[in-house]
């Protein structure tokens, strides 16, 4: 099973990154873009249950995967809608 | 003889300066700790020294934060032992949740690596016993994710148990923004936990301990260390 992990960071939390792509968004001729932010993405091969992995891999996304003091995360089942 | 154990993660890179930096203090001694060992029991001080552990992946000290080493790094500062993190040291204690906020990317997007000018904001803290309030100390930097994070209720809460050690000032001890090389909020360079045995800060004294080299300022957190462990040994004889 594939399970997908996007983590991206708080809105309160400075982004310098998405900034400078944003100015490159506009350079390159779309001044519309209103803000860019940028997180990371994961793609986790599991075997097992999905119910049962779901709370351990939560775990796993709050104390490894991302940290709470400065991002967000989402956890997915990255099968669904294939 | 106050003994210091710095410990090496894979990718450290500052341990070398931090076990030279103590060992050329009178009455203190340095020894390497990898990062596999679980037990910090033979040493008075702890350093989590700057470096890359495990390539920053994910997070800087991200990764750091579940070595082996890190259990006794936790129970030894929990029973009061002092443990100073610097650079990627003060990345892991974060990550750790040994210290609050969060170390992001540089405002600039650029790694700094210049000499800056701190002040000292906590004369009694053991970290800056010697150094009254105010006192400037040239410190440099290198780091490309020393920029200090943390939400409005954890920044009252530092302000309030006065934990800010250090903030980047201008050469008149001024806070103002061209002094700060990474975007930190309020300037925050250091800080120490509630309790004050842990410190994280960017700045390097450990680069910092030989005029020759353009500074000799982090000598005096390294002695403030010693001379906070000598009178604790003094209160329990």
Same mark, same amino acid.
């Given at each position: 099973?594939?399970?997908?992990?996007i983590v991206t960071p708080k809105a309160a939390v400075l982004d310098p990154q998405g900034a400078a792509v944003r !100015?490159?968004?506009? &350079? #390159?001729?779309?001044?519309? @873009?209103?803000?860019?932010?940028?997180?990371?993405?994961? =793609?986790?091969?599991?075997?097992?249950?999905?119910?049962?992995?779901?709370?351990?891999?939560? !775990?796993?996304?709050? &104390? #490894?995967?991302?940290?709470? @003091?400065?991002?967000?995360?989402?956890?997915?089942?990255? =099968?669904?809608?294939? | 003889?106050?003994?210091?154990?710095?410990?090496?993660?894979?990718?450290?890179?500052?341990?070398?300066?931090?076990?030279?930096?103590?060992?050329?203090?009178?009455?203190?001694?340095?020894?390497?700790?990898?990062?596999?060992?679980?037990?910090?029991?033979?040493?008075?001080?702890?350093?989590?020294?700057?470096?890359?552990?495990?390539?920053?992946?994910?997070r800087c000290g991200a990764i750091a934060q579940f070595s082996p080493i890190m259990q006794a790094v936790i129970k030894?500062?929990?029973?009061?032992?002092?443990?100073?993190?610097?650079?990627?040291?003060?990345?892991?204690?974060?990550?750790?949740?040994?210290?609050?906020?969060?170390?992001?990317?540089?405002?600039?997007?650029?790694?700094?690596?210049?000499?800056?000018?701190?002040?000292?904001?906590?004369?009694?803290?053991?970290?800056?016993?010697?150094?009254?309030?105010?006192?400037?100390?040239?410190?440099?930097?290198?780091?490309?994710?020393?920029?200090?994070?943390?939400?409005?209720?954890?920044?009252?809460?530092?302000?309030?148990?006065?934990?800010?050690?250090?903030?980047?000032?201008?050469?008149?001890?001024?806070?103002?923004?061209?002094?700060?090389?990474?975007?930190?909020?309020?300037?925050?360079?250091?800080?120490?936990?509630?309790?004050?045995?842990?410190?994280?800060?960017?700045?390097?004294?450990?680069?910092?301990?030989?005029e020759r080299l353009g500074s000799g300022d982090g000598v005096k957190i390294f002695r403030s260390m010693m001379e906070?462990?000598?009178?604790?040994?003094?209160?329990?004889?």
């Open positions: 099973m594939k399970m997908k992990v !100015e490159a968004m506009k &350079h #390159l001729g779309m001044p519309e @873009v209103r803000s860019v932010r940028i997180g990371r993405y994961l =793609e986790i091969d599991v075997d097992g249950n999905e119910s049962e992995l779901t709370p351990r891999l939560h !775990e796993l996304c709050r &104390h #490894l995967l991302s940290n709470p @003091v400065i991002e967000d995360y989402e956890l997915a089942n990255a =099968e669904e809608g294939k | 003889m106050t003994k210091f154990a710095v410990v090496q993660f894979p990718g450290s890179n500052c341990d070398q300066d931090c076990v030279g930096a103590i060992n050329s203090l009178e009455g203190a001694r340095a020894e390497f700790v990898w990062h596999k060992e679980t037990s910090l029991d033979a040493f008075d001080a702890i350093i989590l020294p700057g470096g890359f552990s495990y390539g920053d992946y994910l030894d500062a929990a029973a009061g032992k002092l443990v100073i993190g610097i650079c990627n040291g003060f990345q892991i204690l974060c990550e750790a949740g040994m210290l609050p906020g969060a170390l992001v990317r540089n405002r600039s997007l650029h790694f700094v690596c210049d000499m800056a000018t701190t002040r000292v904001e906590v004369p009694h803290s053991p970290f800056t016993i010697g150094c009254p309030e105010g006192t400037l100390l040239r410190l440099p930097v290198a780091h490309g994710e020393g920029c200090f994070f943390a939400d409005e209720q954890t920044l009252r809460e530092l302000d309030e148990n006065r934990q800010v050690i250090l903030r980047y000032v201008d050469e008149n001890g001024k806070v103002v923004p061209e002094a700060n090389p990474n975007g930190s909020v309020q300037n925050i360079a250091g800080m120490c936990n509630r309790e004050r045995n842990v410190f994280g800060l960017m700045p390097h004294p450990d680069r910092a301990c030989d906070a462990i000598g009178r604790n040994r003094t209160q329990a004889a």
